[in-house]
Nanobody
């Protein structure tokens, strides 16, 4: 069973930065893709950024130019560098991983709060 553990959330003022980390464990195989989603109160969960095993990267329009997704050397860890944070970035951020192209796993989430 794959487990995803996020870390790095917290409270930051608008314009500040945070770096989220997600470590995957429990599989001898590498994921096909990993990514970050977020869910703000009263809203649906949305994709923030994703990265494939081949290095393909996708960002939502709302974070382009401010957030950067990357993989660690071990390939089972991803990071989300978040700069120029805005109050509307406040949400619970979830790590996501896809294995064997069909099985999706989720972390428990880490809260990011941006104060104005």
């Amino acid at each position: 069973q794959v487990q995803l553990v996020e870390s790095g959330g917290g409270l930051v003022q608008a314009g500040g930065s945070l770096r989220l980390s997600c470590a995957a464990s429990g599989s001898i195989f590498s994921s096909n893709a990993m990514g970050w989603y977020r869910q703000a109160p009263g809203k649906q969960r949305e994709l923030v950024a994703s990265i494939t095993s081949g290095g393909g990267i996708n960002y939502s329009d709302s974070v382009k130019g401010r957030f950067t997704i990357s993989r660690g050397n071990a390939k089972n860890t991803i990071y989300l560098q978040m700069n120029s944070l805005k109050p509307e970035d406040t949400a619970v951020y979830y790590c996501n991983a896809i294995y064997s192209y069909v099985t999706t796993y989720w972390g428990k989430g880490t809260l990011v709060t941006v104060s104005s």
